[in-house]
C-alpha cells in the first residue's frame, strides 16, 4: 500500500461512486442525491460536509492512518455511553483493501452544530468552566497502557518524557533564547531530580490528545461537545490538564484560576491529590513544549511581523513562567 504521510486528492469519480455504493446505504438513504463540500483537514486526512437530499449534513472524513480510524471507531463506540460528549458515528471502514484502492480508510459522523471556541474571542471565557468541566469527566476513565487506544506498553513513560525534555531543551538552548543562567543541562537536572512523581507502574487517563479551541464546540444549547476524536489516547491527565490551560487561557493568570477551580471541582478527589503532587513536573514539561513549538514557529520562513512578535511573545512567556516553577520548587 502507497505511504500516506500526506493527503492527497482522490479523483472525484471514484469518491462519488464509494459514497453511493458504501456510505448513502448506512446512512439509510441509498439511490439519493448527494453534495460534498470539501473543508480543511489540516496534513493528515481530507475532511467534506456530506449533504443528503433528505436526509441532512454529516462529516466525511478520509483518514490516511489505519491507527487513526481505529481511534475513531473505539472512541465513538465508548465514550458516549460514559457521557463524554463525541459526534455519533454512522459510518466507519477501516478495511486494508479499501485502503489499497482510495488510499484512505473512511468515516462518517453526525455534524454537530455549534460554534468552535476560537470563534468567540473573548466570550470564550464564558465557556471554559464547562469545557474543564468536560474534561475532568473524560479524565476519569483509566488505563494501565499509555499511548495509542491499542497500545499495550505499561512501562517505559518516565524514559518517553524525559527524552523529549532533553530533545526540545537542546533545541531551545541551540536557538539561543534560554536564559543567560540557563542551560539544556540545566533544565534537565530540574528534570531528573523532579522524575519520581512519574511513578513506574502508574495508572493513565483517557486524554482527547489534540487540546485546542478548534476541537471544542460550543452549542446553541451552550453544552459542549468534543470533536477530531483520532488523536484520543491515555496519558497523565495532568499533561492534557495543563495543555488544555494554556489553550483556553493564554498566560491569563485569572482564566488559569477559573480554569483550576472549575476541574478540580469536577474531578475525583483522587485526581485532585495527584494534580497536587505531581503539578509542577507536568507544569513544566508543558511550558517547555509550548516554548518549543513557538521556537519552531519563529524559524519559518517569510513570517509576517505581526506573527513573529506574537510567537517571541509567547516563547518568552513561556520561559518565564517555566523560570518562575523551576525557582519555587528547586
Known sequence: MPSMNTP????????NDYITASILPALGA????????????????????????????????????RFRIKN????HAHLERRGIPVPKLFFADRAWKTAETMGYYFACEELVEGRPLDELGEGRS???????????????????????LKSFQVLGFRDYLLRKMSERARALAASGCLP??????FLMAWFERKKSA???????????????????LVCPDTTIRLIDTEAFK???????????????????????????????????????RALERCGPLYQAYVLLEIAWHFNKK???????????????????????????IMSKNP
Request: charged share 20%; glycine share 8%.
Open 198 to 216: 512519574i511513578r513506574p507502574f502508574a495508572r493513565f487517563s483517557l486524554c482527547h490528545g489534540d487540546v485546542n479551541m478548534k476541537n471544542i
Open 30 to 65: 441509498g439511490g439519493r442525491s448527494f453534495t460534498l463540500e470539501p473543508v480543511s483537514g489540516g496534513s493528515r486526512n481530507l475532511i467534506w460536509f456530506l449533504t443528503v437530499e433528505g436526509g441532512g449534513r454529516h462529516v466525511l472524513k478520509a483518514v490516511s492512518k
Open 298 to 324: 519563529l524559524k519559518q520562513a517569510k513570517l509576517p511581523e505581526s506573527a513573529r512578535s506574537a510567537f517571541s511573545g509567547s516563547r518568552g512567556s513561556a520561559l518565564e513562567q517555566l523560570a518562575a
Open 180 to 185: 543567560d543562567d540557563s542551560s539544556a543541562g
Open 234 to 272: 491515555f496519558l497523565p491527565f495532568q499533561m492534557e490538564f495543563f495543555r488544555l490551560a494554556y489553550a483556553l487561557c493564554g498566560f491569563d493568570d485569572a482564566l488559569h484560576r477559573q480554569f483550576r477551580d472549575a476541574y478540580t471541582a469536577a474531578a475525583p478527589k483522587k485526581n485532585r
Open 126 to 148: 464564558l465557556h471554559i468552566a464547562r469545557a474543564a468541566g468536560v474534561f475532568a469527566c473524560m479524565h476519569t476513565v483509566r488505563s494501565f497502557r499509555w499511548g495509542k
Open 72 to 75: 475513531i471507531i473505539w472512541a
Open 8 to 15: 492527497r486528492p482522490i479523483q472525484p469519480d471514484r469518491l
